[in-house]
């Protein structure tokens, strides 16, 4: 079956724009998380949802980062006002649900800001 | 300060012999940690997964053990074939953080024929 899509593949921005990364889940998964990785580093949360539940936005590292999930599939992170240091991979993963449940990640966004 | 360390520096071994990585954590109570593959360009890939009060897991080729005395999971290649070659990374579940995974970061193996 298909697995977590994300769209763009690559992203290059000049800084002070907006991006919106999106993430398209595995059918059926509830919950939906975002990461960050940057280049040669682990993966930072971001932000996590399930359901119908209120999102963890706790590792969300500034008020210039959002993200939404609709209809509690695909989910799009938004960044206002890029800047340098917003440049990382942007990783999206599902999970059937909460507990004991391993991710399922997909591809990533590299996001470039110049 | 809670920390998750894996060695940053990369493992060379050679084909056929047991690779050994190290998952340290600190000011942590994890309910269960997570193993996952990840090679260049790609997301991770889970591996497996092992609980508080259990001591070890196995998947084929693969052995996962935790040590909660320690504070430590050792994740075992048997036999490493060079497609083993990626990076591995550690990540895992307190009780007080809900179902978020915290991630170390990783240890990269390469596997010479």
């Known amino acids: 079956g298909a697995g977590v899509s994300q769209s763009p593949s690559n992203k290059v921005t000049e800084k002070g724009k907006d991006v919106e990364l999106r993430c398209d889940p595995i059918s059926g998964h509830t919950a939906l998380y975002w990461y960050r990785q940057s280049l040669g580093q682990g993966l930072e949360f971001l932000i996590y949802f399930q359901g119908n539940s209120a999102p963890d936005k706790s590792g969300l590292p500034s008020d210039r980062f959002s993200a939404e999930r609709t209809g509690g599939s695909v989910s799009t992170l938004t960044i206002q006002r890029t800047q340098q240091e917003d440049s990382a991979v942007y990783l999206c993963?599902?999970?059937?649900?909460?507990?004991?449940?391993?991710?399922?990640f997909g591809p990533g966004t590299r996001l470039t800001v110049t | 300060s809670q920390k998750i360390e894996q060695n940053s520096e990369a493992l060379n071994i050679q084909e056929g012999k047991t690779a050994t990585l190290t998952c340290n954590y600190t000011n942590y109570s994890p309910a269960y940690l997570q193993w996952y593959r990840q090679d260049p360009g790609r997301g991770p890939v889970f591996l497996l997964l092992?609980?508080?009060?259990?001591k070890e897991k196995r998947k084929e080729r693969l052995k996962v053990t935790f040590d909660t005395t320690l504070k430590q999971s050792l994740f075992h290649i048997t036999a490493s074939q060079p497609a083993d070659s990626a990076t591995y990374l550690c990540?895992?579940?307190?009780?007080?953080?809900?179902?978020?995974?915290?991630f170390g970061g990783g240890t990269r193996v390469l596997v010479k024929p």
């Open positions: 092992i609980r508080e009060n259990e």
């Open positions: 993963a599902s999970s059937p649900e909460t507990g004991f449940n391993e991710q399922y």
């Open positions: 990540a895992l579940v307190t009780k007080a953080a809900g179902n978020k995974l915290t």
